[in-house]
């Protein structure tokens, strides 16, 4: 006998129906009630996060402000050191370019009239004076207006009274007819100068200009330091409107004589003012200075003299 089948479905089509439909309509409550869900905690939470969200965003517009900002100082700063690099690059090739041009200045031969025999003198050289404008330590000069250029290196410490005694000197027999001025000069590290008057010109010899001269003179002692840029104090007392210059130092220059015997030579060629060169201290003991003192003298229209303690 045949057996008949069963349905074995565990639900049957009504069911499904019947969950469908609860879930629709649980859906549709979540959906009418949604609005009211924020109004569940404090009254003023809502506003909290408005409020809190607000300054993230502000934050965050500033965050981005201030990246732009870093972004385009940073590109800047990136031109700016490049610029600089290739400044430094250039001053470097500046620099080596003069270095080179000094070396080749240094081994010009210069036609350098041999010095005299040196006789240590015992008292200052003299003379013949009549007729003169003035006397420098006793060698006359018709130059009526002059520039006093004083070594005011370390070494000079040595012989700071007797500098200022000889500078004394000269201004002693000066009047109202001539015009004077007066350079100190020294590197320490860089070449610098002291001027009286202050500014680039000449004073007339008056009493009032004498005497403050003399307070001026008295005190550079106190400045004597560093190394000997002569050719730079030589180059700033050609520039004076005067007919002479008073050279006063006690040792060799920073460059080479022959270097500075070339470079100030030429630039005197036409306006050819007279440069006396006074060898301050113990100068006989120095044979270097001496011979380039006196070459500077000779072909400048000068003369030199030895002034020793």
């Known amino acids: 006998m045949k057996i008949p089948e069963r349905d074995t479905a565990v639900f049957s089509t009504s069911a499904i129906d019947l969950f469908a439909s609860a879930l629709g309509a649980f859906i549709l409550l979540?959906?009418?009630?949604?609005?009211?869900?924020?109004?569940?905690?404090?009254?003023?939470?809502?506003?909290?996060?408005?409020?809190?969200?607000?300054?993230?965003?502000?934050?965050?517009?500033?965050?981005?402000?201030?990246?732009?900002?870093?972004?385009?100082?940073?590109?800047?700063?990136?031109?700016?050191s490049g610029a600089n690099r290739d400044t430094e690059n250039y001053i470097s090739l500046?620099?080596?370019?003069?270095?080179?041009?000094?070396?080749?200045?240094?081994?010009?031969?210069?036609?350098?009239?041999?010095?005299?025999?040196?006789?240590?003198?015992?008292?200052?050289?003299?003379?013949?004076?009549?007729?003169?404008?003035?006397?420098?330590?006793?060698?006359?000069?018709?130059?009526?207006?002059?520039v006093i250029v004083i070594d005011m290196s370390g070494s000079m410490l040595n012989y700071e009274s007797l500098m200022v005694k000889s500078v004394l000197e000269i201004l002693k027999p000066l009047d109202e007819s001539k015009q004077f001025a007066i350079i100190g000069y020294q590197g320490n590290p860089e070449p610098q100068i002291w001027r009286f008057p202050s500014q680039n010109r000449l004073l007339p010899a008056t009493t009032e200009?004498?005497?403050?001269?003399?307070?001026?003179?008295?005190?550079?002692?106190?400045?004597?330091?560093?190394?000997?840029?002569?050719?730079?104090?030589?180059?700033?007392?050609?520039?004076?409107p005067a007919s002479a210059i008073i050279l006063m130092s006690d040792g060799a220059p920073n460059n080479p004589p022959g270097y500075i015997l070339q470079k100030i030579t030429g630039l005197?060629?036409?306006?050819?003012?007279?440069?006396?060169?006074?060898?301050i201290g113990e100068y006989t003991h120095d044979r270097n200075l001496v011979m380039f003192l006196q070459s500077l003298a000779r072909l400048n229209y000068g003369d030199f003299v030895g002034v020793s303690p």
Do not use: C, W
């Not at 996060?49 to 940073?74: C, G, N, P, W, Y």
């Not at 004498?210 to 003179?217: G, K, Q, S």
């Open 30 to 80: 979540v959906m009418l009630l949604f609005p009211y869900y924020r109004n569940t905690g404090p009254r003023d939470a809502f506003s909290k996060t408005q409020e809190i969200m607000e300054v993230r965003r502000q934050a965050s517009a500033q965050t981005e402000q201030k990246m732009a900002e870093q972004d385009i100082l940073q590109r800047e700063l990136d031109r700016l």
């Open 94 to 146: 500046l620099r080596k370019e003069m270095s080179d041009i000094r070396q080749q200045m240094a081994q010009i031969p210069v036609e350098i009239p041999s010095p005299t025999e040196l006789i240590t003198p015992p008292t200052l050289p003299t003379a013949v004076t009549d007729g003169v404008e003035f006397s420098i330590l006793g060698l006359a000069s018709q130059a009526k207006s002059f």
């Open 268 to 279: 005197n060629q036409i306006r050819r003012t007279e440069i006396h060169t006074v060898a």
């Open 209 to 240: 200009n004498l005497d403050e001269a003399r307070l001026f003179t008295q005190t550079l002692g106190r400045r004597f330091e560093g190394s000997t840029p002569t050719d730079f104090a030589l180059q700033a007392a050609l520039e004076y």
